[in-house]
């Protein structure tokens, strides 16, 4: 593609050099620059790309976008893209080079999102089973659908590891291109709060936007709510197209600020009761909503609820266990009804999606008690699993007789590097919401797991709890302790097949240590009598 073509329209404060020459690729890490790439230099949380401009210009760079000043001396250094011959590279000055790398990606990639239904979930908890509930719900429809997540990128069947909940502005539009060239109609993503700050979205054309909650989490990296709420409020404020659909969780708060605020711009209208406003939905289980759900009934087989909309009432059956998942299942519906998907699509859609890998998933290899991996990693999920697990613990099934108050163990951790503020408060929460708790070590990357554990245990509310930092021992510990009938929760990894220690990744599953524990219990535990 010609540099004149990539770059028009784009907002440029000056190029020095003709911008008349061919672009083979764009990059934004110097080490995987190839010549006739546009190196485009980003601020990232540990490096600048501006410190690498020369090494991209060596590697065969022809132009490079960036926002600080930069040395002529690139002008007249020799480029690989162009056999040695001095006085090729072309500097484009920006005032936002990330801004700047999305307008490439999607010109580069010609506009992928032009081309597909492009539905976004965004929110602290919940996007990942929103996202595959909706992507069931559309392939019911007899859609061919693309995901993007945190679990994984699906191309129609076509499974990629995920390395960021949503990739890079580059790899995002790429990801997209290839949905394109796939045959896919309709694309279902997560994105993050990182990536709407970073704006590794922009320029694409969302139709449907979803909003599921907004708690606490991320603070390192936004320092205060009000920059999470921001950044979250970029995509329906941004980066919906001008018919799409907002699809908002009312009953929380921060989705209800969003509605009033988006009413506000809309039509000067802050009055949350008043009639829909135009291409708004809201879902909930409190009255007030535009799609609400009744007669809720939580057993160890799933749900079943009523879904009340526009005077009708649609019965929904659902495998997925716990209050939290009804609002998951609500705002699928609530994008599906946006995009006119008849309900028996949905309710099918609904039926059908099974388990998400590392989200309330079970560990079933025939013991006397249910083991649950889940991904609860901030306070409100760690609230949302034990309460899951507190609904179920409260009405076992008939046929089984306990020999003992069915307790919940939980194991908890919380990651190194992140937000230290949620470390006591996750305490608090599994203390005084678990029978016992086992505090232990998560992803501790550069911190030292003691010191972690001992700013989680300052916010524990109960004596109920042992400290035991190798989290292979303390599921084994979890497994041991757990008797007939009771509820194991080992939360905050989910679907993670690793831990983060010091920079590096050693291979760990919660889910594999789990089996291995209890398939090692099962065989030595003397069976039951009635």
């Not at 909503?289 to 609820?305: M, P, R, T, W, Y």
């Amino acid at each position: 593609m010609n540099l004149k073509v990539l770059i028009k329209d784009m907002e440029i404060n000056e190029i020095i050099g003709s911008t008349d020459v061919d672009v083979t690729g764009i990059a934004y890490d110097s080490r995987k620059v190839k010549a006739g790439d546009v190196f485009v230099a980003t601020k990232g949380e540990k490096h600048n790309g501006h410190d690498f401009i020369s090494d991209a210009v060596k590697k065969g760079a022809l132009a490079v976008v960036h926002e600080k000043a930069v040395s002529s001396q690139y002008l007249s250094m020799p480029s690989l893209s162009k056999g040695g011959i001095e006085g090729v590279v072309v500097l484009i000055n920006v005032s936002d080079s990330r801004k700047s790398l999305a307008y490439l990606s999607n010109n580069f990639y010609e506009k992928p999102s032009d081309k597909l239904t492009v539905i976004g979930v965004t929110g602290t908890n919940g996007k990942t089973t929103a996202t595959y509930l909706i992507k069931s719900i559309l392939v019911a429809w007899g859609k061919d659908v693309g995901l993007i997540g945190t679990i994984n990128y699906l191309v129609k069947d076509r499974l990629y590891e995920a390395p960021h909940t949503t990739p890079e502005a580059l790899e995002f539009q790429a990801v997209l291109n290839e949905m394109v060239s796939a045959g896919c109609s309709h694309v279902v993503t997560e994105v993050s709060s990182h990536a709407l700050a970073q704006k590794r979205v922009d320029y694409t054309g969302f139709s449907v936007a979803v909003f599921t909650n907004l708690t606490r989490d991320h603070l390192d990296f936004h320092i205060t709510m009000e920059e999470y709420f921001w950044a979250k409020e970029r995509l329906f404020k941004e980066l919906l197209l001008k018919d799409g659909t907002s699809v908002i969780n009312f009953d929380d708060p921060y989705g209800r600020r969003l509605l009033s605020e988006l009413k506000t711009s809309q039509q000067g209208v802050a009055n949350l009761r008043d009639s829909k406003a135009e291409n708004m939905i809201t879902y909930g289980i409190e009255a007030g909503a535009d799609i609400v759900a009744e007669n809720i009934k939580n057993s160890f087989g799933g749900l079943l609820f009523d879904i009340n909309f526009n005077g009708r009432t649609y019965n929904i059956q659902s495998p997925l266990i716990g209050t939290h998942n009804v609002y998951n299942i609500l705002s699928a519906a609530g994008a599906a009804v946006s995009l006119n998907v008849p309900w028996d699509m949905i309710i099918s859609g609904i039926k059908n999606m099974g388990s998400v890998k590392g989200r309330f998933q079970k560990v079933d290899l025939g013991q006397n008690f249910l083991c649950i991996v889940d991904y609860a990693h901030t306070e409100d999920a760690l609230e949302r699993l034990i309460c899951a697990a507190r609904e179920l613990i409260s009405q076992p099934p008939k046929s089984r007789i306990m020999h003992h108050t069915p307790r919940i163990i939980t194991v908890l951790g919380c990651g190194g590097d992140r937000d230290r503020g949620k470390r006591p408060r996750m305490a608090a929460i599994a203390t005084k919401l678990s029978d016992y708790v086992l505090i232990t070590s998560d992803n501790p990357r550069s911190e030292e797991p003691m010191e972690i554990i001992k700013e989680i245990e300052k916010g524990a509310l109960r004596m109920n709890y042992t400290i035991e930092p190798d989290r292979e021992k303390a599921i084994q510990k979890a497994v041991e302790t757990a008797e007939d009938g009771d509820i194991l929760l080992i939360a905050g990894k989910g679907h993670e097949d690793y831990q983060e220690i010091k920079g590096l990744r050693h291979k760990f599953s919660d889910r594999e240590t789990a089996e291995k524990a209890i398939k090692k219990k099962v065989n030595s535990d003397p069976p039951m009598t009635e």
